[in-house]
């Protein structure tokens, strides 16, 4: 074969078109993505500093509500946002346009200060595929390492009760963090509970339904560790009182409050509204758990004491609350899509509100706090609609008008980045990948830290 009558074909016209529009997106992209870095700074400012705080559950509430994102895409910005604030080189290559959104993305997932620059060149070096799978490895290698320290802790669990040469009972152990939250706060209500009494109930006459312990009341105030003592001993005795079932999940942290009829109905009327344990709340709090809620009525006789109690009835009838539901499909305010929620009666049935459909609108718990206790209100146009405003009157619009727009975005944005000293090209986002295959167990054998303590230690 004679080399020299080898012909040179120059490139076809429409292939050279095709590679400079390739080069196009591949350079606005890169351009994006440097803007996405900007706008993520702004996230997490906006968050850090809490300017979601005015009537929204969080910041991601907020960004569905304001820039129009769906919830997910919403709750993935303010993460990224927040873990790019500990994460400088990933947050670096993304704001010169050399990492894409995606990958710093996948990249987060996994990353800690300790690892962010060995990740760093996988993102510089692979596709957002390869990316992808990596971190997916190093995930399963994270669940391995905490499966094994969560086995360990379980297994660590240990409660010896032993009784000393005086007869006292020695209590040591070891609980899983669970079931230790739930002893910390049972033992922090019974502190609560041996309190009150302390301070309300003359010793000898026990009020009926309050369990009775063999608690003698001194005159000197007990200490924490005597408190505890004390609390321990009034949980065990509820317990086997009531018989040891938790009971279900709603009903384990029931809130009673005891509210007189005219503060209901007039928040600055005089009266009281007190919980169960004493605590006073404020008349709006007792206005919105009153709102929807399960409702004894109660007389007292001139020095208090309780001489009629009625059936107990929901301020919202099953029937109507599904009707509710239906017609509402969850929270009203705007920006909120929480799918359930309590019903709020537009004028309080205190105030003669009817419990009606049309004097009703479903509220999350967050909400339902906003028209009650931070002062946004609601109200029904007669067309049937809500309308929010916030505490200063403001109107709150169920869709915020759009941002202004330059009438050349992109050469906005080029100019932008440019006047920050980037310099980006085509070539700027690009994979240092060949082609050559990604061997996923080698990657991740010679990325993860943890790896080789998983090698070494037995699998349990
Ligand atoms: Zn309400
Ligand atoms: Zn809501």
Request: aromatic residues 4%; contains cysteine.
């Amino acid at each position: 074969m004679n080399l020299s009558t080898r012909k040179v074909v120059p490139t076809p016209a429409h292939i050279v078109e095709l590679e400079r529009l390739g080069d196009e997106i591949a350079k606005l992209s890169a351009h994006l993505d440097a803007a996405t870095a900007r706008l993520l700074d702004l996230i997490r400012e906006f968050d850090a500093r809490g300017g979601w705080g005015n009537g929204f559950a969080s910041c991601a509430a907020w960004l569905t509500w304001r820039i129009g994102l769906d919830p997910g895409a919403a709750r993935e910005r303010v993460r990224v946002a927040r873990a790019l604030g500990s994460l400088p080189r990933l947050a670096q290559a993304l704001a010169h346009g050399e990492l894409s959104y995606s990958k710093v993305r996948a990249l987060t997932r996994v990353a800690t200060p300790e690892t962010e620059e060995r990740l760093l060149e996988v993102g510089r070096a692979g596709t957002a595929e390869h990316v992808e799978r990596i971190v997916r490895g190093w995930r399963r290698v994270d669940r391995i390492v905490e499966a094994r320290e969560s086995t360990r802790r379980h297994r660590s669990r240990t409660l010896h009760v032993c009784q000393d040469e005086d007869g006292m009972v020695v209590i040591r152990g070891r609980l899983e963090p669970e079931a230790g939250a739930v002893l910390m706060k049972a033992l922090e209500a019974g502190r609560e509970a041996l309190d009150q009494r302390r301070r309300d109930v003359p010793a000898e006459t026990p009020p009926d339904g309050l369990p009775r312990t063999g608690l003698i009341i001194a005159d000197d105030p007990p200490t924490l560790g005597q408190q505890q003592a004390d609390a321990l001993a009034l949980i065990v005795e509820t317990a086997l009182h009531h018989g040891i079932d938790p009971g279900a999940p709603g009903e384990r942290y029931q809130v009673v409050v005891h509210v007189d009829a005219q503060v209901l109905a007039d928040a600055d009327a005089p009266g009281q509204s007190v919980l169960e344990a004493g605590t006073r709340v404020s008349a709006e709090t007792s206005q919105r758990l009153a709102c929807d809620a399960s409702r004894v009525v109660m007389r007292h006789d001139p020095a208090g004491r309780v001489t009629d109690v009625g059936a107990r009835t929901r301020t919202i009838p099953p029937a109507l609350r599904r009707a509710l539901q239906h017609r509402d499909r969850g929270c009203r305010f705007p920006g909120c899509r929480l799918p359930f929620g309590q019903g709020h009666h537009i004028r309080h049935w205190a105030n003669g509100g009817p419990t009606t459909l049309s004097n009703l609108a479903m509220l999350c718990r967050r909400h339902h706090r906003a028209v009650h206790e931070e002062g946004y209100q609601v109200e029904r146009q007669p067309d049937g609609e809500l309308r929010f405003r916030r505490p200063d009157g403001q109107l709150l619009s169920q869709v915020p008008p759009p941002a202004t727009v330059p009438t050349d975005p992109v050469e906005t944005l080029r100019a932008q980045n440019y006047a920050r000293g980037l310099h980006i090209d085509a070539q700027t986002s690009r994979p240092a990948w060949f082609g050559e295959c990604l061997d996923l167990g080698y990657a991740i054998d010679v990325l993860h830290p943890l790896v080789a303590s998983l090698r070494d230690a037995p699998a349990t």
